[in-house]
Structures are given as C-alpha cells and as structure tokens.
C-alpha cells in the first residue's frame, strides 16, 4: 500500500534483492552438501571420491555461469528493451508538434505505463479549482476532453504541492475523487505542470485498474516532459489571448468587427436560402469625446463598458452585439417579421441609455444615433451591410442624434458628394465663398447690444448657404480649418474695426476657435499678429473655446490660455453643461465668462433639471467672478427666467437669427438713434 510523495524510485526493490540472495544462498549450501557426502555415497575410494567432487564443482561452476548467463541476459534485454520504448516515445512525444502533441504524448504515456488512461489537463476556472483536459486517452483510443474538480483528488495535491505524487489503492485514500470511481483505477501517477518561472498550469497524470505494470518508466516519462507539457500549455494559452484578442473587444468582451462581420457572414446566407430579413444596427454615442477628454480616459472605458451591459441586456438572446471601437457598436437583429420591428428594437435600446449611467461619482448622460440597414434590401452582403448602416448612423446624428434612421440609396449619394464637398471647401478661402454672419449679444436688464458672436457661413456657388455644421467638422479632420480659422479672426477684427470706423461705439466680437486650431503652438501669435495688423482694441475680442477642449491636457491649455490672456482678449467657455467638467476645474483657467449651452436654456420651464441646472450654473459661476452668457433663448418665458437668475448676457432668436454685417450695423444705428432719444427725454 502506497501514498508517497515521490522523487523517482530506484529499480529492484530491496525485499526482490533479498530473495535472490537467498535463493541463491540455499541452493549453494545444498550444492555444496550434496557434493561433499554424494561422493562418499557412491565411492569409497578417496581418489574417486575427490574426483567426483571436482566434477561438482566444474558443473557447479558450468550450472551457475549459465544461470548466471541467462539471469543477465534477460536482465540486459529487458533493460534494451524498456530503453527502446523509451527512446521511441521520447522521439514520437519530442518530434509532435502543435495539436499533436498532448494527443502523442498521452498516447505514449498510457503505453509506457501499461496504464488504461493518461490524460494532460489545464485549469478551467480563474480559481483554479477546477481543470479541463486538452488530451486523453484511455482503453487504447483517444477520449473526448473532460473537466473535474480538483478538490478530493490526488491531481489537486499534485497541483497543490507543485511535484509528482505515486499512489497506490486510490479510492481509499481518495473517497471523494468522483473521476477514479467513474474510471474505475485505483493506481495514479501524477505531476504538477509547472513552467520555468514556478507557476503551475495544469497536470499531467497516468491511472489504472491494479498496479501499474511500468510505473518507474511512467514517473519517468511525467518528470521528463513536464517542462515540455507546460510550456505547451503556456502557448496554448497565449495563442488563445491572441486569437481572443484578434476576435473579440478586450474592454467591453463583446465581439469585435471580425468576430461580427465572420458570424454575420452565414447568417446572411441562411437569410437569403429562406427569404427571411435581418436588420443591421450602428450605434455611435452621442457626444462620448466630451466624456472622455473631460473626466478621462478611466472613466470613459467604464462608461463604454456599463453601455455595452445595458446594450446586451436591452437585446434578445440570438441577436448578435460587437463592439466596432471607439464609441461604435454594431447590432444584428434576427427573427424579425418586418422593418418595424427593427425600429421598434432601435427604440427599446435608445431608452436602455437614456437613465444616466452613475460611474466614480458622475452622473453621465449618454444619448446615441443608430443606423439601421435590412437585408437584403440594403445589401445582403457584410460589407455592403455594415457601410449602409454606417452611412444611416451619420444621417441620424445629422438629424440632431438621440434618434434612428433608416438607410436609404439617396444617403449614400450623400457621402459620394462630401468627397466633392471637401475639394470645394479647399478652394473656397481664395474663391471668397466664406462669409461671417453676426448674432448681436445683449445684455440681460438693459437690451443694448453688448457684442456681437461671428458665426462662418459659406456661399456655395451651387449648394447656396452651407452652415457651418455641415463643414467645419470636415475643415477640422481635413486640417483646412486652420487657415479657414485665422481667416475669420482677421475678418471679425476688420469688421469690428469697421463699424467703430463707420461712427458706432466699439462693441465685442466673440470668435469660434476649434480644437485644431486651438492647439496650435502659434496661435497667440497669430491672434497678436491680427490685433496689431487690425489694430483693434485687445478688450473687444473674445475667443470661445468648448468645454471639451479645455479638459483635454490640461497644462498645456493653462499655458496656451495664458498666453492669450496676455495679449489682453478676454476668453469664454462656449457649450457650457455639455463637457462634464466640474466647475472646480474652472479656478485653474484664466477664463472671463461661459456660456449655458443652448440645449439647457431650450428646456427651461419644461425640464426641471435643466432648468436647476441653468440656476446652478449661474450662481457658481458668479462665486468664480465669471459672466454668465445664455445662448439659445428663444422665448419671453427663458429670457425673464434668466433675468431672475441674473444671467449677465444673452443671445437667441428671441432677438435676433445671426445676420449679415450691414445688418448689424444698421440694428446697431438703430439702437444708439434709440437711446439718443431715451437721453433726450430724459
Ligand atoms: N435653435 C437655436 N439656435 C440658435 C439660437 N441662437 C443662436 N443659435 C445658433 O446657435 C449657434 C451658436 O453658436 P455656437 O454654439 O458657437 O456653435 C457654433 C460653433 O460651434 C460652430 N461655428 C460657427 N462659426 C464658427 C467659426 O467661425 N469657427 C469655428 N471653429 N466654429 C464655428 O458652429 C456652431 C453652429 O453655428 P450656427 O449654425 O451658426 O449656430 C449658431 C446660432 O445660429 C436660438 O435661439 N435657437
């Protein structure tokens, strides 16, 4: 009865050794009597007697070198031939390469040992409680690959203790282990596969019914290729975090592109054979690079992982979810009997986002624009598939996002012309097609005109007025929004400068600077340059940047706004609400005012955290001696509630649309005829 914690044990056990001795022993004494009193028996002769004693002793030397002869004999064939199996399993297991070799290496092992199973086995749970086979073989075939908890059995000790284990009578010392009962063997040798660093990845073992015939060759063998048999399960290991990683996405889990575009690809097939349809949603969020350059990149992946749950949970089992990276997520929707159903889905999942995501203390919001291509009427291939329901998504985000949109071919002549557009809009500076409209800011208790907001628009010679929506997107990817940006700087000084020229007070001119344009190292000297070149007063203008731009690396926006904020121009925070940025933060910046983004002054009155959050705003900002400028008031009802909070400054349709300069200039004689009269009254 074993149960040892073994290193390898030597050939010919002590109690075998002692047998033979005494074997030989007895018989030698026997020999040695017979041979004294047999001649005496049959001689009385002395000289015959002492002949037939040598004759004895001549066959007592002929009988024991021929024992002696076959003994060694055998012992050395026996030797050759375990050395033979031996080298031959070494080169079969050494020369198995891949896949092959655990398949080689139990087979070998079973083999050698004279053992009905061996199997090599890898964990399969991150507790490591539990393992998988990767090769087993068993009654001379290879088996399928099964799991088994460590826990009760001598592979758990093997991999507890890192080495090899040898034990005999199994089920006695192991009642719990369910595999030797299932298998029916009650002797086990078994090793820990250990790699090179110490960790351990699985186990490799040898089992049967009754002792095993080879059992030294089998702890052999397991010693041997041990180191083998881990690294392989350390590549396998890798080759699968590879092949994981090529497939799926490593933030979110999800599947990526390839993952997608592989799984869609049949399912596509299938479709056509039955005439059924399937819907393909792109989901891109709305406004996800304010999170992420305002709060950072941490909590930025958090969000894209707590949208990818909610996503999966908003979606029926069947239907398919990857994400494509970035912000973009693709859907495929099955089982669906018309298009509506594919928009009610896209329905469903807008509102699984709507309900703001809590992550590290924030509350963020997140709206999305979806895309949604049919098969097969909008392509029943991947490709054509995934570009529609691109395409589709664009147009959801142009329609104001937080919405779907079907495809439709007409969108796609859309993208064609924006390859024409963007060739144009490279001309358009030197062919002068750009123009600044103006909207008048007021200020809240008096009405007068504080300053103006210019805002770019381009004369397409055949699209008309383009707004600036609609290419300064482009202009930024293209990099043309930095001469289109110095362009406009110039022209609103000129304009400013021109209408102080033309008898009217100086007024202020705020100006868009984009995230480009913003960044680059010499803009402060091209803003001094302009000021000097227009020579007007550094006071009347004012540079507004988004939020979003101020969270992106901050120190080198604190020195950038420094450096403008010494040449004397007075710098605003424009889509103010929308970036996430604590106005905490806001101490850091030199900043002069900010501005309440449009869309939170439009539900003034209607949705109460808006409308608590434009109060909010107004009031910290005062503490910080920042101004307070409202965009986007359109009605009486906003701009008293603003006045209430004491909002310094305003602009909207309520007053005025962004107009031409002339325009400006003649409200702006208007109201100074206005006042003249108010201070003649007086
Ligand atoms: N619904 C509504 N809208 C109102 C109201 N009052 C003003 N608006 C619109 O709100 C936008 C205000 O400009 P913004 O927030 O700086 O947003 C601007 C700004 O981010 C960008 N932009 C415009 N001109 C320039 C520029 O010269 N350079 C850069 N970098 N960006 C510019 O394009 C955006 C859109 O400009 P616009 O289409 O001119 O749209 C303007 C204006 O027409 C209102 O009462 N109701």
């Given at each position: 009865?074993k149960?040892t914690?073994s290193?390898?044990?030597?050939?010919?056990?002590?109690?075998?050794?002692?047998?033979i001795?005494a074997?030989y022993?007895g018989?030698?004494?026997?020999?040695?009597l017979?041979?004294n009193?047999?001649?005496?028996?049959f001689?009385?002769?002395?000289?015959?007697?002492?002949?037939?004693?040598?004759?004895?002793?001549?066959?007592?030397?002929?009988l024991?070198?021929?024992a002696?002869?076959?003994?060694?004999?055998?012992?050395f064939?026996?030797?050759n031939?375990?050395?033979?199996?031996?080298?031959r399993?070494i080169?079969?297991?050494?020369?198995?390469?891949g896949?092959d070799?655990?398949?080689t290496?139990v087979?070998?092992l079973?083999?050698?040992?004279?053992?009905d199973?061996?199997?090599?086995?890898r964990f399969?749970d991150?507790?490591?409680r539990?393992?998988?086979?990767?090769?087993?073989?068993?009654?001379?075939?290879?088996?399928e690959?099964?799991?088994?908890?460590?826990?009760?059995?001598?592979c758990?000790?093997?991999v507890?203790?890192?080495?090899?284990?040898?034990?005999?009578?199994l089920?006695?010392?192991?009642?719990?282990?369910?595999?030797?009962?299932q298998?029916?063997?009650?002797?086990y040798?078994?090793?820990?596969l250990t790699d090179?660093?110490?960790?351990v990845?699985?186990?490799?073992?040898?089992?049967g019914?009754?002792?095993?015939?080879?059992?030294r060759?089998?702890?052999?063998m397991?010693?041997?290729?041990?180191?083998?048999?881990?690294?392989?399960?350390?590549?396998?290991?890798?080759r699968?975090?590879?092949?994981?990683?090529?497939?799926?996405?490593?933030l979110?889990?999800?599947?990526n592109?390839?993952?997608?575009?592989?799984?869609?690809a049949p399912?596509?097939?299938?479709?056509?054979k039955?005439?059924?349809i399937?819907?393909?949603?792109?989901?891109?969020l709305?406004r996800?690079?304010n999170?992420?350059?305002s709060?950072?990149?941490?909590?930025?992946?958090?969000?894209?992982?707590a949208?990818?749950?909610?996503?999966?949970?908003?979606?029926?089992?069947g239907?398919l979810?990857?994400?494509?990276?970035?912000?973009e997520f693709m859907?495929l929707?099955q089982?669906?009997?018309?298009?509506?159903?594919a928009?009610?889905?896209?329905?469903?999942?807008?509102?699984?986002l709507?309900?703001?995501?809590k992550?590290?203390?924030?509350?963020?919001?997140?709206a999305?624009s979806?895309?949604?291509?049919?098969?097969?009427e909008d392509?029943?291939d991947?490709?054509?598939?995934l570009?529609?329901?691109?395409?589709?998504?664009?147009?959801?985000?142009?329609m104001?996002?937080?919405?779907?949109?079907?495809?439709?071919?007409?969108m796609s002549?859309?993208s064609i012309?924006?390859?024409?557009l963007?060739n144009?809009?490279?001309k358009?500076?030197?062919?002068?097609?750009?123009?600044?409209?103006?909207?008048?800011?007021?200020?809240?208790?008096s009405?007068?005109?504080?300053?103006?907001?210019?805002?770019?628009r381009?004369?397409?010679?055949k699209?008309?007025?383009?707004p600036?929506?609609?290419?300064?997107?482009?202009?930024e990817?293209?990099g043309?929004?930095?001469?289109i940006?110095?362009w406009?700087?110039?022209?609103?000084?000129?304009q400013?400068?021109?209408?102080?020229?033309?008898g009217?007070a100086?007024?202020?001119v705020?100006?868009?600077l984009?995230?480009?344009?913003?960044?680059?190292?010499?803009?402060?000297?091209?803003?001094a340059?302009i000021?000097q070149?227009?020579g007007i007063?550094?006071?009347?203008?004012?540079l507004?940047?988004?939020?979003?731009?101020?969270m992106?690396?901050?120190?080198?926006t604190?020195?950038?706004?420094?450096r403008?904020?010494?040449?004397g121009?007075?710098?605003?925070?424009?889509?103010f609400g929308t970036?996430?940025?604590?106005?905490?933060?806001?101490?850091?910046?030199?900043?002069?005012?900010l501005?309440?983004d449009?869309?939170f002054?439009?539900d003034?009155?209607e949705?109460?955290?808006?409308?608590s959050?434009?109060?909010?705003?107004?009031?910290?900002?005062?503490?910080?001696?920042l101004?307070?400028?409202?965009e986007?008031v359109e009605t009486?009802?906003?701009?008293?509630?603003l006045?209430?909070?004491?909002c310094?400054?305003?602009?909207g349709f309520?007053?005025?649309?962004p107009?031409?300069?002339?325009?400006?200039?003649?409200?702006?004689?208007?109201?100074?005829?206005?006042?003249?009269?108010?201070?003649a009254?007086?």
């Amino acid at each position: 009865m074993k149960f040892t914690l073994s290193r390898l044990r030597p050939y010919g056990s002590p109690g075998l050794i002692r047998r033979i001795v005494a074997v030989y022993v007895g018989l030698g004494i026997l020999w040695i009597l017979s041979s004294n009193y047999l001649p005496r028996f049959f001689y009385e002769d002395s000289t015959q007697q002492a002949r037939l004693e040598i004759v004895f002793d001549i066959l007592l030397v002929i009988l024991s070198s021929f024992a002696l002869a076959w003994f060694v004999g055998r012992f050395f064939r026996a030797l050759n031939a375990q050395q033979d199996e031996f080298y031959r399993m070494i080169r079969d297991v050494g020369s198995a390469r891949g896949s092959d070799f655990f398949a080689t290496l139990v087979r070998s092992l079973s083999e050698i040992a004279g053992a009905d199973y061996a199997f090599v086995a890898r964990f399969s749970d991150e507790s490591e409680r539990r393992v998988r086979t990767v090769a087993a073989f068993g009654h001379g075939q290879l088996l399928e690959n099964f799991e088994f908890e460590l826990e009760g059995t001598p592979c758990g000790i093997a991999v507890k203790q890192g080495r090899e284990l040898v034990v005999d009578q199994l089920r006695q010392f192991f009642p719990m282990d369910h595999l030797a009962e299932q298998l029916d063997v009650d002797s086990y040798v078994g090793i820990a596969l250990t790699d090179c660093s110490g960790k351990v990845h699985g186990v490799m073992a040898v089992t049967g019914k009754g002792p095993l015939q080879k059992q030294r060759l089998a702890e052999a063998m397991l010693e041997l290729f041990a180191v083998r048999a881990a690294a392989a399960l350390e590549g396998m290991l890798s080759r699968e975090a590879v092949d994981y990683l090529s497939l799926y996405d490593s933030l979110t889990g999800l599947p990526n592109r390839r993952m997608f575009a592989e799984q869609l690809a049949p399912i596509l097939v299938q479709a056509r054979k039955h005439s059924e349809i399937r819907a393909v949603l792109f989901l891109d969020l709305d406004r996800f690079k304010n999170i992420n350059d305002s709060l950072g990149h941490a909590i930025g992946d958090l969000l894209l992982k707590a949208v990818a749950t909610r996503l999966t949970r908003s979606l029926r089992h069947g239907d398919l979810i990857a994400r494509l990276g970035g912000d973009e997520f693709m859907i495929l929707l099955q089982g669906l009997t018309n298009k509506q159903d594919a928009a009610k889905i896209a329905v469903k999942v807008l509102d699984s986002l709507r309900p703001p995501f809590k992550i590290q203390g924030h509350d963020l919001h997140v709206a999305s624009s979806i895309g949604i291509a049919i098969s097969p009427e909008d392509g029943d291939d991947v490709d054509t598939l995934l570009k529609n329901a691109d395409t589709a998504m664009n147009r959801a985000k142009e329609m104001g996002r937080n919405n779907y949109q079907f495809f439709a071919v007409e969108m796609s002549d859309v993208s064609i012309t924006r390859l024409g557009l963007e060739n144009d809009l490279r001309k358009a500076l030197e062919r002068q097609e750009l123009v600044l409209y103006y909207q008048p800011q007021y200020f809240m208790d008096s009405e007068r005109i504080n300053g103006v907001e210019a805002l770019l628009r381009w004369n397409h010679p055949k699209r008309g007025m383009i707004p600036p929506g609609d290419f300064i997107p482009m202009a930024e990817e293209t990099g043309l929004i930095v001469p289109i940006g110095s362009w406009v700087l110039r022209t609103a000084c000129e304009q400013c400068m021109a209408w102080q020229h033309a008898g009217l007070a100086p007024i202020r001119v705020a100006v868009n600077l984009s995230a480009r344009q913003f960044h680059q190292q010499d803009l402060p000297d091209v803003v001094a340059g302009i000021l000097q070149e227009t020579g007007i007063d550094p006071e009347c203008l004012e540079l507004e940047i988004t939020e979003s731009i101020l969270m992106q690396n901050m120190e080198t926006t604190v020195d950038q706004l420094v450096r403008l904020m010494s040449l004397g121009v007075k710098i605003s925070i424009d889509d103010f609400g929308t970036g996430y940025s604590s106005l905490n933060y806001l101490k850091r910046f030199p900043l002069h005012a900010l501005k309440i983004d449009r869309s939170f002054v439009k539900d003034i009155g209607e949705d109460s955290d808006d409308t608590s959050i434009v109060s909010a705003v107004i009031a910290l900002a005062h503490t910080l001696s920042l101004e307070v400028v409202a965009e986007g008031v359109e009605t009486e009802a906003q701009r008293q509630f603003l006045r209430d909070q004491n909002c310094d400054r305003y602009q909207g349709f309520l007053m005025s649309r962004p107009v031409p300069a002339e325009r400006i200039r003649e409200m702006l004689v208007e109201r100074s005829a206005a006042d003249c009269e108010v201070a003649a009254n007086v």
